[in-house]
Structures are given as structure tokens and as C-alpha cells.
């Protein structure tokens, strides 16, 4: 029997190939993002990321551009089919994922590990085969956890706040190097203008985001979503009352922290304590 022949050349990964129609679609219109904001009334900035393959969007805007495009329910069955895949991120984190990569701000609170948006590839590995993860799979995860960081680091940045608890700056990679090479990495994220970090010292007791890791995420239409997380699970959380409730223990712990030029200073005495050199 002959070997199947590919009719398009086009991906076969589902998130990929949605990101291509999309292009070629714009492209033979022959608009630029700006332009096709203008057209279909969302912000231009949503369907560059889009294009780029860094969130899929949600229904209202794939159906929107169905009907500017004249592809009735095409592009719709091809987001449904991303949604679905499961090839690079975890069925519990792909919502929130694709949140994140809309959102026009975030502010976080570490309980005990740095935020992904923050850690370096070494982190990263470390905590993720902490977690059971080995092989390609390990490889695959400290890959996509990496792309994320883009989210920080592109020409036009959303605004991102981090409180650490001190727990997180007390419990250091096994290898010291790795470990120096993260907290300057932190200290170095720590001076860009659209990024503010804040340490919450052990001394200030009890507090009210004790138990869980939590980020919050102003999307564009204006409604904060929070993600909250233990050491078993995640939970998104999109309903008014209980976003509300996590954002006043959020502001509580705000006012519990350092500031982020004693915060700089603190994270700086902790590396000038460690023993970088391996040699020492």
C-alpha cells in the first residue's frame, strides 16, 4: 500500500496549524494586526500573540474572525481541536496558560517555590524532577517553562508583581552555582521597569495566603481570574466573590512585605552568603 501523502505540507500539531491559518488567512486579506483590531474589534496585540501560537484565544474572537474572514465555523473547529491537544502543557494548566499569555497584568505570591515566569533552566529542572518528571518528558517541560519567560521579557511587557515568601529564598538549589546563577537572575528581573518584587520576611507570622501559591491575571476585557496552587493540584478560579476574597488577602500580604528596594537588598545578602564558587 502506497505511503500517505501529505495533501497541505501544512503542521499536523493542532496548535500550530491554527496558528498558520491564521497567518495565511491575514495574510491574503492583506492587513496588518493593527488594521484587523480595527476590523473585527479586539485588540490587535491578541491575535499577534495568537498567530505566534502563544494562547488560542477564546470563542467569541475565533468566531469573530470566522465571519471577517468569510470561513464560517473553520477556524472554530480548528481552535476546538487545540483546545483538546495535549502535546505540550498538562490538562489542568492549558486555561491557564492560555490566560496568562493575554493578560495585560499579573501579580503573584510565592509561598514556597520562585513563579516559573522567574526561574532559570537549572531551577527549573531541579524542581521539576523533584516532581517525578525524567527524560524527554523532563526536557519537554523546562523547554515550554522557558517560553514563558518571553511573556517578561518581549518589547512591550505586561506589568508582573511577585511576593516571595522568605521560605522561598531559604530553601536553595543543592547546587550552590546554579543556585547564585538564580538569584541574580531574580536580581537582574528585579530592575527591569515592569517588574516589581517584593519579600515577605518569616517574621511577620500568620497571614492569609499561607497554604497556597496564587496569581492573579487582568485580562483584557477587564476581569481579574485567579490560579491557585498546592503541592497536589491547580485550580482556576474566574467567579467574582472568591477572586475578591483573594485579592484582599493578597493586598494584606502586600502591606506585610518589604519594599522592592529592601527586597533587592535582602535577595542580595542571601547571595552574597552563598558559596558560589565550587571551588570554596
Not at 516589581?196 to 518569616?202: D, E, R, T
Request: charged share 30%; with cysteine; net charge negative.
Amino acid at each position: 500500500m502506497p505511503q500517505r501523502r501529505l495533501v497541505t505540507g501544512r503542521s499536523r500539531e493542532p496548535r500550530q496549524r491554527f496558528a498558520e491559518e491564521l497567518r495565511q488567512l491575514r495574510a491574503a486579506k492583506g492587513v496588518t494586526l493593527r488594521q484587523l483590531g480595527e476590523r473585527v474589534g479586539w485588540d490587535w496585540s491578541l491575535f499577534g500573540k495568537m498567530e505566534k501560537g502563544e494562547t488560542l484565544g477564546g470563542p467569541e474572537v475565533v468566531q469573530a474572525l470566522d465571519t471577517y474572514y468569510e470561513t464560517p465555523g473553520l477556524l472554530l473547529v480548528l481552535w476546538e481541536l487545540a483546545r483538546a491537544d495535549r502535546t505540550q502543557f498538562r490538562e489542568q494548566y492549558r486555561r491557564y496558560m492560555e490566560l496568562e499569555a493575554e493578560a495585560t497584568s499579573l501579580w503573584h505570591f510565592a509561598v514556597s517555590v520562585l513563579p516559573g515566569l522567574l526561574q532559570t533552566p537549572d531551577y527549573a529542572r531541579a524542581l521539576l524532577a523533584a516532581g517525578g518528571l525524567r527524560g524527554d518528558e523532563l526536557e519537554r517541560q523546562i523547554e515550554a517553562r522557558m517560553a514563558r519567560r518571553e511573556l517578561l521579557e518581549g518589547d512591550e511587557p505586561p506589568p508582573f508583581r511577585s511576593i516571595l515568601s522568605e521560605a522561598v529564598l531559604r530553601a536553595p538549589l543543592r547546587d550552590a552555582a546554579a543556585w547564585c546563577s538564580q538569584l541574580e537572575h531574580l536580581l537582574a528581573m528585579g530592575d527591569r521597569p515592569d517588574v516589581a518584587l517584593q519579600v515577605l520576611p518569616l517574621r511577620v507570622g500568620p497571614h492569609g495566603l499561607m497554604n497556597a501559591t496564587v496569581m492573579f491575571l487582568r485580562l483584557l476585557d477587564g476581569r481579574t481570574v485567579a490560579y491557585t496552587e498546592n503541592g497536589y493540584r491547580g485550580e482556576l478560579i474566574e467567579e467574582n466573590c472568591p477572586v475578591d476574597r483573594l485579592q484582599r488577602a493578597y493586598d494584606a500580604v502586600r502591606d506585610l512585605a518589604l519594599p522592592p528596594a529592601e527586597s533587592r537588598k535582602f535577595v542580595r545578602r542571601i547571595l552574597e552568603e552563598t558559596p558560589c564558587d565550587p571551588s570554596t
